[in-house]
């Protein structure tokens, strides 16, 4: 079975501009979640997505937002880019929302100049 | 809500010595919790989880850890210590919700 897929693995874009990250799950998995990190913050939640609703959101502001689309595929948007967003976004996929084992994907490498 | 602290940023081991990283977790009620490992430039693998049932619980690559309430940790063992191990390990503590804290991470070297 694969695992979870992550779209582009690197990105370079400059402050002002948006980007969009893709994330696949694993066959059958109906959860994605978002994570950020970077060496100052760590590993810190954005959002949980199940079925295409929104579960669970962290404590980002309204410039990432994300969605999942009926095949379970989610894509994250971040507009306004700002240096501080540079990081690595790694998605995680598992069966169900709540109790979950997520597996997560290799990650986007996200460097905004 | 719950959150994580491992107390160590950085571990130096000897290879074929035997490993502790720590955990300790804060949750008002019983925790799910994790261990991951991720090597440079690669996203997290789970190591092993705690959901209940027995607090020893095994995991892959011969990983351990034992869940004590008591102390509110779950720390993570290995008998002997491998290079291939040296990597950065996060310690995970999750609700019903899907909403999984990390904690900082412990970086493991592994002297030859």
């Known amino acids: 079975k694969a695992g979870v897929t992550q779209t582009p693995r690197y990105l370079i874009k400059t402050r002002g501009q948006q980007v969009t990250l893709s994330c696949s799950p694993i066959?059958?998995?109906?959860?994605v979640s978002w994570y950020q990190q970077t060496p100052g913050q760590g590993l810190q939640f954005l959002f949980e997505y199940f079925s295409e609703t929104q579960r669970n959101k962290g404590n980002f502001p309204g410039r990432f937002s994300g969605r999942q689309f009926s095949n379970s595929r989610s894509e994250m948007n971040v507009s306004t880019l700002e240096l501080g967003d540079s990081a690595l976004y790694l998605c995680?996929?598992?069966?169900?929302?709540?109790?979950?084992?997520?597996?997560f994907g290799p990650g986007t490498r996200l460097t905004v100049l | 809500a719950q959150s994580v602290t491992q107390p160590d940023i950085h571990i130096t081991v000897s290879e074929g010595a035997s490993l502790e990283l720590r955990c300790n977790y804060s949750?008002?009620?019983?925790?799910?919790l994790f261990w991951y490992v991720q090597s440079p430039g690669q996203g997290l693998q789970l190591l092993l989880k705690?959901?209940?049932?027995?607090?020893l619980v095994q995991g892959i690559k011969g990983f351990e850890a034992e869940f004590k309430r008591s102390q509110s940790s779950f720390n993570l063992r290995k008998p002997s210590v491998h290079w291939s191990d040296a990597a950065e390990y996060f310690c995970a503590v999750g609700d019903n919700n899907n909403d999984m804290r990390f904690g900082a991470g412990t970086r493991l070297t592994v002297k030859p």
């Open positions: 705690y959901f209940s049932g027995d607090t």
């Open positions: 066959s059958g998995h109906r959860s």
């Open positions: 949750y008002g009620a019983t925790p799910y």
């Open positions: 995680a996929s598992s069966l169900t929302s709540g109790r979950g084992e997520q597996f």
